[in-house]
Every structure is written in C-alpha cells, then in structure tokens.
C-alpha cells in the first residue's frame, strides 16, 4: 500500500480501529485494524523531539531497507515521527521469548546488521549526548561524579564507527518462530559497534558471565583481553549515560518508570565499581 493511500484510508476509513498497546518510553503505540490488516502505529510524545533526532532515524530506515532485519515499514513521516509498521501477530520481545536458544538469535542478527557495514551523515557521539543530557539535569537524583572516570577512558577509544543501533532493550528485539528483528531505529547512528553489543547486555541486565560468554562465542570470530576492557569501558559509560538520561526523563515528565531506570542503572554502576 502507497504511503498516500494508507494516509487517506487512515483519516476516511470510519472502520478503523485503534488500541493502545501500552507498550513504549519515548512514543505511544497503537494497534491498528483496516481492511482486515493489522498495523503498530507509532505517534510520538510530545518532547521526543529533544531525545531523538528524527533525520538520524530517517537515514537508518534507509540504509536497512532491504537487509530483512526491521519489520516491514508501511507508512514514516520524518517531521511529526509518526510511523507505521506491519504488526507480527506471534512475535515476541526478548523477555517474552521462550525460545533457549534467543541469546545466540540475538548475537547472530547484531553480527548480521553490523557486517553490513553502513554508514550514515549521522554520529551517535555518545560523549556529547551525555553532557547534552546533563545540561538539562536541575536536581539529579544520583551523584554520578565517582564514575566520570568511564567519560575519559571512552574518549580514547577509537575503533572504527559503522552504523550501530544503539539501544538494544528488550522491546527492540523481536522473535518469531523462523526470524529475529530489530525495530525502532531512533538512536541509529554510526558508534563504536561494542556499544551495541553492550547495550544489548546492560539493557536486558544479563551479567552472568556464562551467558556473555555466550553471546560472544557467536558475535566475534576472536574475543581477546583487548575487546573485553573495552566492553568493560562501555559498561560503565551506558549505565552513566542512561542514569543520566532518566534521570532527565523524570524531570521532564515525572513517570516512576524513569525513576525506576535511573535507579537500576545507578545499581548497576555500583556493582560493577564496588571500591568506588
């Protein structure tokens, strides 16, 4: 279906029906039914426009068109964010899954997006998005200076920057019985693909070694002491960025949902710096 058509069936179709999925942080999500097809529309709220940059997500849909790695697009407008996207009945998000074998799907499909090695006009560049989202703090709910120590240590790493996803939760990632997704391109940018890699595991708290091991014995074809420390740097530096950034998101919009984010990954600096 063209995007016109879609729009004019849309806002003319009196059948329409929507329902709110409940599902999404920085956007509402709704389940729409017309001409007996099912879509997700994605209609953002009303300051995502300070969180997200929507031409980076723009030049991201482009470059995986047609990698078979994101649920088919129907429907992307850049200037209002809203999006539709063909609904997967029997899809799963990673916590839902059941499938004993979803750690290695999920290492598989980020070997995949990045092997395809693309780049965009864009930079995650997670130093400054991390002092962007301090700028905005007013009463931080945590003191983060003891691990400021991870701001320096990410400046001098240099790895090549390719187009990386840059927030694997568990929402992003999709399984159905025969494939593995990831959705939701609005922090895709070129980074450090180890960044990926560990917002993959700190997003969905897997911190037992036995299942990173995992993990890495299907993402690298060589894990060495090098690429460990740096994963170690990462670590750190995501669970300051995003206690940063929910710390911001609480200010902006008092949901306990970001208190419970920041709180969670303020823990998680704590146990990872324990003599800190």
């Known amino acids: 279906m063209k995007a016109m058509d879609f729009l004019d069936t849309l806002f003319f179709d009196p059948d329409i029906t929507i329902r709110d999925m409940h599902k999404g942080l920085t956007n509402q999500n709704f389940l729409l039914e017309m001409n007996q097809e099912t879509y997700v529309l994605r209609i953002p709220r009303a300051d995502s426009e300070h969180i997200v940059n929507r031409h980076h997500e723009t030049m991201a849909l482009e470059a995986v068109r047609d990698a078979d790695i994101d649920v088919e697009t129907i429907y992307y407008d850049e200037a209002s ?33 990045h092997s395809l090695q693309k780049r965009v006009d864009a930079d995650f560049e997670p130093i400054r998005r991390l002092q962007g989202y301090r700028n905005r703090l007013r009463q931080p709910l945590y003191d983060l200076t003891p691990y400021e120590d991870a701001i320096q240590a990410v400046y001098h790493l240099n790895n090549p920057r390719i187009l990386c996803h840059n927030d694997w939760v568990d929402g992003n ?59 170690d740097i990462w670590e750190n530096f995501q669970n300051l960025l995003w206690c940063c950034w929910a710390m911001m998101m609480w200010e902006s919009r008092h949901e306990s949902i970001y208190r419970a984010i920041a709180r969670d990954k303020y823990e998680a600096l704590k146990r990872k710096n324990p003599n800190t």
């Not at 609904?87 to 290695?104: F, G, S």
């Not at 980074?191 to 299942?211: C, R």
């Open 81 to 113: 964010g809203y999006k539709v996207t063909r609904y997967l009945p029997d899809a799963r998000t990673y916590r839902e899954c059941e499938d004993p074998c979803k750690l290695e799907r999920t290492a598989a499909l980020m070997k995949r997006f």
């Open 173 to 231: 990632i999709l399984f159905t019985k025969d494939k593995t997704y990831l959705i939701d391109y609005e922090y895709a940018a070129n980074n450090d693909p180890l960044f990926d890699v560990m917002s993959f595991l700190s997003e969905n708290q897997i911190e037992d070694p036995a299942l990173r091991e995992r993990f890495y014995a299907v993402y690298f074809d060589e894990m060495n002491a090098t690429v460990r420390r740096q994963l």
